[in-house]
């Protein structure tokens, strides 16, 4: 009985795949008769039947080599295959809830969580900005960049972050414990999605000590344009009292920018201007440009030299330690109400001080709100939840890209590539692991949501609809996100190609069912409550054909079992193989994967992800026919005497 349902519902699916191709075909060529044989009536009456025989006989020709050259060279004309068609509903990214002020609110952000520091536009191809330095071991000096292991920093990472508009990270490289503090603002007179600043402050433990022993300080600040647009280099670039002015551009989204740098201390500015699309590698381009400086006139300064229209511009601060130094990234300048000088001098300086003390304040204050720690953990612990909501919504990134997935099995290609591409899409997403994982990966991301919706619930529906609007057709998303060339740089070959036959957790559900029941408790204000419920309602199809995708693709032979796909069968590396696909990667399951498994962790999910869908057509009193089905369903799965029979008859089979 189930083995029918499943394989009728199978059957529809690929039935409806015909409909699109092969009608959508035979009725233009059907279209095509209707057209012809009509001219050719009216051309020549008397010769009616002649001619009608003709054009039958042509017609007839016509379609048989038509399908003649369909059979021989099925991949004439590409179908987009089913599993890169976007799933047909409207998008939640959509949602006018989504659009104007939110949207702006979160345009820039610390959204390159691989680096550092790293500042982008939540846009495709936005201007990028981020941060280098020197760090010093064994005597020798290293670049730092991307967050990596093997650079050995003894920490890193955001005491706090609110996910909006300002963040205070603290890095410790060595002796060189470096502060960089995040704020955005939008003032009048701003670009869209406003200004923002950062300090950098940085200190090291013999300068501490010993004043003496006082040595120097690298930075280095880069802005690049992956829109590629050119950018200038401010007036005086060695003076920096007479002109803070670094950089200035222009953007179709902000307008005309400006970036300064401010200092108390004496700093030392040089620069290097380079044009390349590659981003992601610029670490090499300017360990090289450093190299050849060092080789040729032996002092550790980049070359003051630029390509012309450089879309790329490093700035090297170079002081003694211990020395602060401000930047500020003003929007909407080169018109006269811009007020530029007012917003810089409230984005540096003391001013930036009091700023960022305020909004230390706000942190602190919503945290003891939404969290309610104080009462019952030490302080210690206190800073260490900060670090660790800080370091949740600090990780936040945005991607752009294509994901790649596996050719499904039945699938003819004219290239020879073994991956078809997902549509170009964009992730707001935050991600497991800055140094490992710096992307997103579905799973996780339900377990990060349980927090985030917590902190700033807008901030979790935006994620969320990210998420939804990345499934196809079939109804499955992605695992693993590796959009952009940044992505793809962190991750090994093997685990780029996303398998459309393995399904991931359906982890979003545990946050969905947590917005419904918070919603029956009056949590939200009536606001938030009208967004959330209109983002359940256009969410729900998706939601529905989520579960059917699990429903169908991942069920086990007997009736309410499922098992994880994808399992390697051929292994012989492995006493257990690996269940990646389940998220419990080695959880312990039978040697030798087999139809015959029932994983029991899937099983939760699908009471899990029936239950909400239950619960969210209970919220609309959507067709109760569907409700019904889910009830069931979710009475079924949640009946530990039928689950506990099932194990039984496991047993007994396997006596
Ligand atoms: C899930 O699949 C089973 C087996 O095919 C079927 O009996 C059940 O109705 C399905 N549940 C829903 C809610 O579609
Ligand atoms: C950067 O990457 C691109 C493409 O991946 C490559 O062609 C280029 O040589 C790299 N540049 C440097 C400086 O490594």
Redesign the pocket.
């Known amino acids: 009985m189930t083995g029918s349902g499943r394989r009728s519902s199978a059957r529809s699916r690929i039935k409806s795949k015909t409909d699109a191709n092969e009608d959508g075909r035979l009725r233009n060529a059907g279209d095509h008769r209707r057209n012809t044989s009509r001219d050719h009536t009216s051309l020549r009456l008397l010769n009616v039947n002649i001619k009608m025989l003709l054009g039958f006989t042509v017609f007839t020709f016509f379609i048989i080599w038509f399908l003649i050259n369909r059979l021989v060279n099925p991949d004439q004309e590409p179908e987009t295959p089913r599993v890169i068609t976007p799933f047909p509903a409207p998008k939640l990214m959509d949602l006018p809830m989504f659009q104007g002020e939110h949207k702006e609110s979160l345009y820039w952000g610390t959204y390159r969580p691989h680096v550092y520091l790293g500042i982008r536009a939540r846009t495709p191809r936005s201007l990028v900005a981020g941060l280098m330095w020197l760090g010093v071991k064994d005597g020798r000096y290293h670049l730092r960049h991307v967050c990596q292991d093997s650079d050995e920093l003894s920490k890193y990472g955001w005491t706090r972050h609110n996910g909006r508009d300002f963040g205070h990270q603290l890095l410790v490289d060595q002796d060189l414990t470096l502060e960089t503090s995040f704020l955005k603002s939008k003032g009048d007179g701003s670009g869209y999605g406003g200004d923002w600043a950062l300090r950098l402050d940085l200190q090291s433990e013999e300068s501490r000590w010993n004043n003496d022993m006082q040595r120097t300080g690298y930075l280095f600040f880069y802005v690049a344009d992956e829109d590629g647009n050119a950018l200038s280099l401010g007036r005086d670039m060695f003076d920096i009292h007479e002109s803070s002015l670094l950089a200035i551009g222009s953007r179709a989204d902000i307008g005309g920018w400006q970036l300064h740098l401010k200092g108390m201390e004496s700093l030392e500015v040089h620069y290097s201007g380079f044009r390349t699309p590659?981003i992601?590698?610029l670490s090499?381009?300017v360990l090289?440009n450093l190299a050849a400086q060092a080789a040729m006139f032996n002092r550790l300064q980049l070359s003051d030299t630029s390509v012309s229209s450089p879309n790329i511009l490093v700035f090297q601060i170079s002081a003694r330690i211990p020395f602060k130094a401000d930047i500020a990234f003003v929007s909407g300048t080169g018109v006269k109400t811009s007020r530029v000088e007012e917003r810089l001098s409230s984005l540096t300086g003391t001013s930036l001080t009091s700023l960022l003390k305020e909004k230390q304040s706000e942190f602190d204050a919503k945290f003891e709100n939404c969290f309610k720690m104080a009462a019952k953990l030490d302080s210690e612990s206190v800073v260490v939840g900060k670090a660790a909501i800080g370091n949740m919504l600090g990780g936040i990134g945005y991607f752009y890209g294509q994901s790649k997935v596996s050719l499904p099995k039945n699938t003819k290609l004219k290239n020879h590539d073994n991956f078809l591409l997902y549509w170009p899409a964009e992730l707001y997403t935050a991600v497991p692991s800055r140094p490992f994982f710096p992307r997103g990966f579905l799973w996780d991301e339900g377990f990060h949501q349980l927090l985030i919706w917590r902190w700033d619930v807008r901030i979790c529906l935006d994620i969320l609809g990210h998420w939804l609007d990345l499934m196809n057709t079939d109804g499955w998303i992605p695992r693993e996100q590796i959009l952009g060339a940044e992505a793809l740089s962190k991750v090994p070959e093997e685990f780029v190609l996303q398998h459309p036959t393995n399904g991931n957790p359906p982890t979003l559900f545990l946050v969905l069912r947590e917005l419904i029941y918070a919603i029956k408790k009056n949590k939200f204000t009536a606001t938030e409550s009208n967004e959330i419920s209109s983002f359940l309602e256009r969410a729900l199809v998706r939601l529905e054909a989520w579960f059917q995708w699990f429903n169908t693709t991942q069920s086990g032979k007997e009736m309410s079992s499922y098992f994880w796909h994808g399992r390697d069968t051929t292994t012989i590396r492995e006493l257990n193989p690996k269940t990646l696909s389940s998220g419990l990667d080695d959880y312990p399951r039978a040697s030798h994967p087999s139809e015959e498994e029932r994983h029991l962790d899937l099983r939760c999910w699908m009471l899990l992800a029936v239950d909400s869908l239950h619960s969210i057509a209970e919220l609309f009193e959507s067709s109760s026919e569907h409700k019904k089905e889910y009830g069931s369903t979710a009475t079924l799965l949640s009946d530990f005497k039928f689950l506990i029979s099932f194990i039984l008859i496991l047993h007994t089979e396997l006596i």
Do not use: F, T
């Open positions: 590659h992601h590698n090499d381009l090289e």
